[in-house]
Antibody
Framework: QVQLQESGPGLVRPSETLSLTCSVS????????WTWIRQPPGKGLEWIGY???????NYNPSLKSRVTMSVDTSRNQVSLKMISVTAADTAVYYC?????????WGQGKLVTVSS | EILLTQSPATLSFSPGERATLSCRAS??????LAWFQQKPGQAPRLLIY???NRATGIPARFSGSGSGTAFTLTISSLEPEDSAVYYC?????????FGGGTKVEIK
């Protein structure tokens, strides 16, 4: 059974960098798009972007200037970094597997931006 | 960016009733539309992909239809555990986008 687990700090100060890692187990890591999606409390879902196992990326234009994704195929992990965060970046951050459709999701990591 | 509109925001039903949820796209997404179910405190779960294909383990009471800009998720006979927010999502064009969600309440 494929499992995804997000990890990282749950509290980030305004203007600092949000860093999260998604660890994948139980299935193939290669040949999938590893996607990050976020959900502000009580609101809808926003696609942040994806990284392919070869390292190619595609980011949401609304976040592109602040987001970087990377992949460590030796550890079956993908990472998300978002710079210059504000309170508007407070959300549950999900990683998900995509091959056409988003079929497996992590449980999500709540990240609060606050001083 | 393709905008997905779901209406209404909330629907209320009794168990056993039939629910029909709507999703409209601002431009054609062909058949590249999926539906997700999200319960409080949980990640979204894929129900339907590419308009009408049920994901693994999804009960037959869930079905999807449509094409182009108008899509429907039907739950043929509601169970109490179907109480959730339902989102549509398109993969026709980048960036991927989601609808705002429809909350289904079971009385």
């Amino acid at each position: 059974q494929v499992q995804l687990q997000e990890s990282g700090p749950g509290l980030v100060r305004p203007s600092e960098t949000l860093s999260l890692t998604c660890s994948v187990s139980g299935g193939s890591f290669n040949n999938y798009y590893w996607t990050w999606i976020r959900q502000p409390p009580g609101k809808g879902l926003e696609w942040i972007g994806y990284i392919y196992n070869g390292g190619s990326t595609n980011y949401n234009p609304s976040l592109k200037s602040r987001v970087t994704m990377s992949v460590d195929t030796s550890r079956n992990q993908v990472s998300l970094k978002m710079i210059s965060v504000t309170a508007a970046d407070t959300a549950v951050y999900y990683c998900a597997r995509q091959l056409g459709y988003l079929d497996y999701w992590g449980q999500g990591k709540l990240v609060t931006v606050s001083s | 960016e393709i905008l997905l509109t779901q209406s209404p925001a909330t629907l209320s039903f009794s168990p056993g009733e039939r629910a029909t949820l709507s999703c409209r796209a601002s431009q054609s997404v062909d058949r590249y539309l999926a539906w997700f179910q999200q319960k409080p405190g949980q990640a979204p779960r894929l129900l339907i992909y590419d308009t009408s294909n049920r994901a693994t383990g999804i009960p037959a009471r869930f079905s999807g239809s449509g094409s182009g800009t108008a899509f429907t998720l039907t739950i043929s006979s509601l169970e109490p555990e179907d109480s959730a927010v339902y989102y549509c999502q398109q993969r026709h064009s980048w960036p991927l986008t989601f609808g705002g969600g429809t909350k289904v309440e079971i009385k």
